[in-house]
């Protein structure tokens, strides 16, 4: 007789395990089974065949026995048993037992074997700090509802701002960009690329109906894994952790400054890493550097060479190793002198200004900072002081002697790595489009306006080895355009037509033509191709088979998309840059009267 298989225990569904099976097996109500997935970094996984009615939530069968060994349940498992005996303890009296049993059920044990389990290399600690910086930030600034939130928004703002400072003291800062969420910041940390999100600094509430256990289970462990990583880079860069706290300047909302991160004289600090531009001629020229040493060790012997490793090495062209070591230190010195953009600036912060963004900028590239309060470095009435960032168009007090500047000025240098002329950031201006360092420049054929002013700026920087502070950044470039004939393709008698119906509608015969001057012009597509003839063009849909034959028609719909969203893009653009046109002349007009 043949045995009648059940559901489930064949196929792949068999490797999937539901989450009320999984908390039967690991005998933990769902707030601990939650907690110990987010420590053990554990994710949901749906089978391939899942209906999409069903909102089940499956994982893996080799997850979950591997939970079944954890360390950590025998915890959850005695603190459940502790808190059985609280009611007995406040029954009975007995406070001092009561208060035991409660510090004990909020204690975590250690998590450093879990850290070390899911991070045995430390850059793959480094890749997960994007999401740990920015719920770290989050908690920073959420306000102390209750005790355990208190507690975790004194310890992440504490985390972040140690993160800060290592920043600050490696000019590792790379991209920092202002949004509507917030402010974006990449940094460049042991060969890694480090993006968080900083919120704006509103007062924040959390919800009651807020998963606490889920927020709490994330905040523990990025905690934990935000220790262990500032400890290895303070320690690399040859700095003392953790630094000490200044609680006078912390009392007097000091910000950064309320940290005095000091040099440890007991420790060398390794050689910063400097991130450097990976075109192909660059890699090839630092991985011959690398192998300078070694080739003492991997020459072979004249006498030893085949005739045909000789024929390879004719062909190889001669490797000039000190061009190439000097190329790598122009680099390198390039990129150093980058970091130092606004080194010997003195700048002073307004009040106004959100103060914690635009001084973490300005010290991650070498500036003098104050502010106004009892700490301060130097008064607003210091005459040394070059830059006042102001965020108002009126102030009661100029002085002569210094740049008074919006804060946007201060991210666009930053990312573009040079220092624009101020003149379009003086207070009371519209400020320039603020580009994203993190988008791409040229997308589909469009290029943003601003774009093609900075590079022109670069390239002055470049040619002439400084920026004039007396260049006009946003005057127009001269492009070609093609003049649009509006009767191209007409008959004589359409043509007549029109002017008839124009001569109805009361216009004038100069009034059309002024019409026809003024529409917008289209301009050359510099990537635009001659159609080939019929039988040169390909057919793929023809071709291809079902599944290819969608995917394809859904690529050619994309960029069918994107071609007339650039095109709308263009459109908006030269109709601004017409009616700024029109109101400048309009200008004139009335000066010259």
Not at 143 to 151: M, P, V, Y
Not at 228 to 233: A, E, G, M
Not at 250 to 259: C, I, K, M, Q, T
Request: hydrophobic share 30%.
């Amino acid at each position: 007789m043949v045995k009648r298989m059940k559901k489930g225990e064949r196929g792949h569904t068999s490797k999937f395990v539901t989450r009320r099976k999984a908390i039967r097996e690991l005998r933990l109500s769902l707030g601990e089974f939650r907690k110990l997935c987010i420590l053990k970094g554990i994710h949901p996984r749906d089978p391939n065949n899942k209906s999409r009615n069903t909102r089940q939530v499956s994982y893996h069968r080799k997850d979950i026995s591997f939970l079944k060994y954890e360390p950590l349940i025998n915890h959850f498992r005695q603190v459940s048993a502790t808190r059985k005996k609280l009611p007995g303890y406040s029954a009975k009296g007995k406070i001092e037992q009561l208060k035991k049993a409660q510090e004990e059920i909020k204690q975590l044990p250690s998590l450093a074997p879990i850290l070390k389990e899911r991070y045995p290399e430390f850059k793959l600690a480094l890749r997960d700090l994007d999401d740990a910086l920015t719920t770290l930030h989050l908690f920073a600034g959420v306000t102390a509802q209750n005790e355990e939130l208190g507690k975790h928004g004194r310890e992440a703002a504490r985390l972040v701002r140690e993160f800060d400072w290592y920043v600050i003291k490696t000019r590792s800062l790379s991209k920092a960009f202002i949004s509507i969420k917030g402010y974006y910041y990449q940094t460049f940390v042991e060969g890694q690329n480090v993006t968080w999100l900083v919120p704006h600094k509103f007062k924040t509430e959390i919800s009651r109906r807020y998963p606490a256990v889920i927020y709490n289970s994330f905040v523990d462990f990025y905690k934990a894994l935000m220790s262990f990583v500032l400890y290895k880079l303070y320690h690399d860069a040859g700095l003392k952790y953790p630094p000490v706290l200044d609680q006078k300047k912390e009392d007097d909302s000091s910000g950064l400054d309320a940290l005095l991160v000091e040099y440890d004289d007991t420790k060398t600090p390794k050689e910063r890493k400097i991130y450097i531009p990976k075109t192909k001629a660059e890699k090839d020229s630092i991985k011959r550097i690398k192998t300078l040493n070694m080739k003492a060790l991997t020459k072979l012997d004249e006498e030893k060479k085949t005739e045909e490793q000789e024929l390879i090495e004719i062909k190889e062209e001669p490797i000039d190793d000190e061009e190439q070591k000097r190329i790598f230190e122009g680099q390198k010195e390039k990129i150093e002198n980058q970091s130092r953009l606004f080194e010997g600036m003195k700048v002073f912060i307004s009040r106004e200004v959100p103060r914690h963004p635009v001084e973490f900028v300005l010290l991650s590239f070498g500036a003098q900072i104050s502010y106004e309060g009892p700490s301060a470095p130097f008064p607003e009435t210091d005459r040394t002081i070059t830059h006042q960032i102001v965020d108002r168009d009126f102030q009661r007090k100029k002085y002569l002697d210094r740049v008074y500047i919006q804060p946007q000025w201060i991210f666009d240098c930053a990312n573009e790595k040079l220092l624009i002329p101020p003149a379009e950031y003086y207070p009371g201006k519209n400020l320039p489009p603020h580009l994203s360092p993190f988008a791409p420049n040229f997308v589909d054929g469009y290029q943003p306006r601003r774009r093609e002013q900075l590079d022109r700026l670069k390239q002055q920087l470049e040619e002439n080895g400084f920026v004039d502070s007396n260049t006009v950044v946003n005057e127009p470039l001269e492009t070609e355009y093609e003049t649009v004939n509006p009767n191209a393709g007409l008959t004589e008698e359409e043509i007549y037509q029109k002017e008839m119906e124009a001569e109805k509608s009361g216009k004038s015969f100069s009034q059309a033509l002024d019409e026809e001057k003024n529409r917008p012009k289209k301009r050359k597509d510099p990537f635009e191709r001659k159609p080939k003839a019929l039988w040169e063009t390909p057919a793929p849909h023809t071709v291809l088979t079902g599944s290819k034959r969608w995917l394809f028609k859904r690529i050619s719909a994309q960029q069918k998309f994107r071609k007339k969203r650039v095109e709308q893009l263009i459109y908006r653009r030269n109709k601004i840059e017409e009616e700024e046109r029109l109101q400048a002349e309009a200008k004139t007009q009335k000066t010259s009267k």
